[in-house]
């Protein structure tokens, strides 16, 4: 009996999982007179590109990359949905898999006897593990770890791919950075939870393995870029957010002696509020470099709108119902549930509650500071991005700073939403590439992290400027054609 009731209750998931993703494809389909428009838009852009984009697959496949599983082998049954149990785990997986890209070929070392998920979304592609460091130590050796970006790529949350980060993973290999590039599941396949979750074990596989490919654990930034900078934000603040919650339970458990610090099932609300399950604390992360990203949900629904993203769709990418059975206080809840703008007001709202448990016990100038919590912050933004606004950045800085947290800001004059990882590179301009390189370079020599520690510096072997005129950095296409292409963007 119990194995009839088990299979039904397996037959009955099944189906919920079906049902849900009919959905959300229905969802899509509804519109496809607004996403033909943007498709020829689409194809006239790459058409203009061509030549670039050719160049471009070329540098994926011959450049020095090395492709590595970062999921769980043992819920890849369950791969396709994000509602089921046995995903939520697998933050600690082993490297199952690795496959090494070198001049075209490739070679797989499986290091376990178990099926080969070829179709799986959670691969990422490690540049530079193999090209020597650029400068040497005094003692003449070469340093042996590499400050380490992982960057997370864009794509409206439907056509994101990992191969949209090749061409910042070939200009930092030169200059001693070692770039991850690790791909996600989209939209219809899984909601935003579902992405928040594989983003979050990527950067635990990464923290966890990145020195058996030249990394150092130490120095590693997150890095993304319009959608992807969008679920990078919740991830960090996702994570401030559930380690300040976890401090305030030791620390009321050890006011109260009530023994044993809440787990995270003590509190729906926490559950419901913190999908992650992975180990590694925000402190971890030398920085956060955000860029064109929509950081307030709620503001940016009628410009999604706009871009062909209906109010049905969006509901169905961020947990909502995906109809009109919602109402517009739980409409607004599900936006502000991934917006790393309300995630970061409820991580201060956290960090009061922690403060006045103390109750003047700590002086002010040891007190936990907010800013000593949350990963350093960079905030760039193009002047001319018609797809996430300008004020999105603008808004989320000052919110930065009314919570006392230093956030860098660059401005991009004229720039649109896809020139920092397509057109400006590919036609010479590696504005962005250089700013990151900068940020790495300040971030990770310092010897801590914590703006705490402020005016200690390490030893960073990035002491070689960002030299443009490098051969690996040279235009790929006329700029002509870029033009033509910034004028038929879609994006």
Known sequence: MKGLKTNRRNRSTKQKVKSTRRKR???????????????????????????????????YLRCDRIAAYYGDRQCYGNDETNESDNERDGTNSAPCEKIDVCDGVTNREKTQKCGDPFFSRHYLDIYGSRTPLPNKTSSGMATNKKPCVIFLTGGAWIIGYRMWGTLLGRALAPFGVLCIVPDYRNFPRVNIEGMVQDIDISVQWVLDHVE????????????????????????VALKVWDWLRKERSAKESSMKCEGPVM???????????????????????????????????????????RHGLSASVQRSIFGGLGDDQCNMEEEEDVFEKWSPFHIMLKAQMEYVKLLELDNGQISDDRKLQLKDIIPRFCVIHGTADDTVPISEAIEFISLLSKLHIPTEIKLYEGWSHTDPIL????????????????????????KSCSYADEKKRGQSHLS??????????RPICPSMLVEAARFCNPF
């Open 25 to 59: 494809i229905w969802d899509l389909l509804r519109h496809i007179p607004t996403f033909m428009i943007r498709f020829l838009r689409l194809v006239a852009f790459v058409v203009f590109l061509l030549p670039a984009f050719v160049v471009f697959v070329w540098h």
């Open 212 to 235: 058996e490919y030249g990394g150092d654990k130490q120095k590693v930034v997150l890095v993304g870029q319009s959608a992807g900078a969008h679920i990078g934000g919740v991830v």
């Open 263 to 305: 787990d995270d099932t003590h509190n729906e609300s926490d559950v419901e509020m913190s999908p992650l399950r992975s180990t590694y604390s925000p402190q971890q992360l030398c920085g956060f470099i955000s860029t064109s990203s929509p950081h307030n949900l709620v503001t940016m629904r009628p410009v999604l709108h």
């Open 423 to 446: 057109e400006a590179p590919m036609c010479g301009d590696h504005t962005y590439h250089r700013d990151i390189y900068e940020m790495v370079r300040i971030w990770t020599g310092r």
């Open 464 to 473: 070689e400027p960002f030299d443009e005129k490098h051969c690996k950095l």
